[in-house]
T-cell receptor
Framework: GAVVSQHPSRVICKSGTSVKIECRSL??????MFWYRQFPKQSLMLMAT?????????EQGVEKDKFLINHASLTLSTLTVTSAHPEDSSFYIC??????????????FGPGTRLTVT | AQSVTQLDSQVPVFEEAPVELRCNYS??????LFWYVQYPNQGLQLLLK??????LVKGINGFEAEFNKSQTSFHLRKPSVHISDTAEYFC?????????????FGKGTRLSVIA
């Protein structure tokens, strides 16, 4: 149980276009989802925390107008990179937490999405 | 707030040799501790976790870790590594009863197993 999927796994887009990445909890209800960004050979950098039905909380330095997060249902959160530029190229990973479970400390990670902006 | 320090950014080791990846944490409250592994271009896979009870925790792929509260450490060990263990390893911490705060990760240790 506790499987998280991401779609797409890889995406290449042109500079100036927008890209949407989906994060789904397949067998549980994710009351909270987290979005991370990972640069090559570096650790995960938390971008934002999203709770179902409310606005996301962004970490300092993350542009909320550029990285739009929508957590419209208990099984789906989306990250939209608007007006993408080459410097947005990165590996994006989501994770989900189910506060209704007894083990609310657990974060379940998706497989990641490799974004390349040309 | 919590923080994690992984003391070694890279650890080369010969195949079938033992390995220890070091992790120290800082926290003003009791914690849960985790080790994750990441293979190239993949997400994070949970290796093991410490929640409570026995301080020696066994995980997947023959890995184990020991929680040492007095030294605020949670080092990861394997008695005999394989080529397939080559990957990035992340230590993470979460404060108990910390509400909806995310895991805090260390910077990672790249384990390279040499044939």
């Amino acid at each position: 149980g506790a499987v998280v999927s991401q779609h797409p796994s890889r995406v290449i887009c042109k500079s100036g276009t927008s890209v949407k990445i989906e994060c789904r909890s397949l067998d549980f209800q994710a009351t909270t989802m987290f979005w991370y960004r990972q640069f090559p050979k570096q650790s995960l950098m938390l971008m934002a925390t999203s709770n179902e039905g409310s606005k996301a909380t962004y970490e300092q330095g993350v542009e909320k107008d550029k990285f739009l997060i929508n957590h419209a249902s208990l099984t789906l959160s989306t990250l939209t990179v608007t007006s993408a530029h080459p410097e947005d190229s990165s590996f994006y990973i989501c994770s989900a937490r189910d506060l209704d479970r007894g083990n609310s400390y657990e974060q379940y990670f998706g497989p990641g999405t490799r974004l390349t902006v040309t | 707030a919590q923080s994690v320090t992984q003391l070694d950014s890279q650890v080369p080791v010969f195949e079938e040799a033992p390995v220890e990846l070091r992790c120290n944490y800082s926290s003003s409250v009791s914690v849960y501790l985790f080790w994750y592994v990441q293979y190239p271009n993949q997400g994070l896979q949970l290796l093991l976790k410490y929640l409570s009870g026995s301080t020696l925790v066994k995980g997947i792929n023959g890995f184990e870790a020991e929680f040492n509260k007095s030294q605020t450490s949670f080092h990861l060990r394997k008695p005999s590594v394989h080529i397939s263990d080559t990957a990035e390893y992340f230590c993470a911490v979460s404060g108990r009863n910390s509400g909806n705060t995310p895991l805090v990760f260390g910077k990672g240790t790249r384990l390279s197993v040499i044939a």
